[in-house]
């Protein structure tokens, strides 16, 4: 399902928040109130267009880097998830997205997040539809309880079409999916789902434990995003995501204010080797 279900997941930004980049306070609680209550929420018009190309042109040069590596994702013949280097347009992304969200992460994961993972997921044109799972899963609700809570947010770089490889949910089954029998839990991968097509500049955030997929595409166009996850501090994490984050910021614990505030180490953020994106951004893109 499009249409109606992705209005019932979705926030509106009024153009006043669009362009203060500041939430008004009954948005911060709609937003709290999808995640807790669906394990999912869409925020619509949240980025221009002008910052999504920059950032689309800048994974893509990363892509094509005869350095790239790649993480090891689901189905990953047509999808290349690279983890990004904390530079240049990428990074404003993440740092004006955080920045807007600070509030509603700090109602649901507490306060300064931990920066989990920093990454591009492009899906291309012939690339299957994933089997339906959660990031993370546990044995029980004990160990749910001892473990951090983790969202994934998935900013959508260029219109998704629902033929163009959107994000498929089963809403509302972060709470249990995890404690169902193996036959049960075949069974919620054949109820209706929210097929997430979704306008450029979109951003969709998901509780780890929500059962989704990154569907098909069928269409000719790929579908670049750049993502990020978050994680409660203090609190153990949980085992399942690829955690997909440069190998040199896994020495230093990354969180939402050292983005915000700019104050990871120079040595941190140079990740020790130069990217290809330095070169071809000198000059260019300034
Ligand atoms: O591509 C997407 O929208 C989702 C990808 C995903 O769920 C995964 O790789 O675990
Ligand atoms: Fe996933």
């Not at 800048?58 to 350095?67: G, L, Y």
């Not at 990454?119 to 473990?147: I, W």
């Not at 990020?228 to 203090?234: C, K, M, N, P």
């Not at 440069?246 to 939402?256: A, K, S």
Request: aromatic share 8%; proline share 6%.
């Amino acid at each position: 399902m499009t249409g109606l279900a992705v209005d019932m997941l979705s926030v509106h930004l009024q153009p006043e928040e669009a362009a203060n980049q500041v939430l008004f306070r009954e948005t911060v609680s709609r937003l709290r109130e999808r995640l807790d209550d669906h394990g999912v929420v869409v925020i619509q018009g949240l980025h221009n267009t002008k910052d999504c190309r920059l950032a689309a042109r800048h994974v893509h040069s990363e892509i094509m880097s005869p350095w790239a590596t790649f993480s090891n994702i689901r189905d990953n013949k047509y999808r290349k998830d690279l983890a990004l280097p904390m530079r240049g347009h990428v990074m404003r992304l993440l740092r004006k997205t955080l920045s807007v969200l600070a509030p509603v992460f700090e109602a649901t994961l507490g306060p300064n997040a931990s920066l989990v993972e920093f990454s591009s997921l492009t899906t291309y044109s012939g690339a299957g539809p994933q089997a339906f799972h959660a990031d993370s899963s546990m044995e029980s609700v004990k160990r749910m309880r001892s473990l951090g809570r983790m969202f994934s947010a998935f900013i959508y770089l260029d219109d998704v079409r629902p033929e163009s490889a959107p994000l498929d949910v089963v809403p509302g089954t972060h709470t249990h999916f995890q404690f169902l029998m193996e036959d049960e839990q075949e069974m919620m991968t054949s109820v209706p789902f929210a097929r997430l097509a979704v306008p450029q500049g979109s951003i969709a955030i998901y509780d780890s434990r929500t059962l989704h997929r990154g569907a098909a595409n069928t269409s000719p166009f790929a579908r670049p995003t750049i993502y990020f996850s978050l994680a409660e501090q203090h609190k153990l994490i949980p085992i399942g995501p690829v955690y997909s984050l440069r190998h040199g910021y896994r020495q230093f614990p990354l969180t939402i204010n050292n983005v915000i505030l700019e104050t990871i180490p120079d040595e941190v953020l140079a990740d020790g080797v130069l990217v290809h994106s330095d070169l071809d951004f000198r000059g260019f893109w300034a």
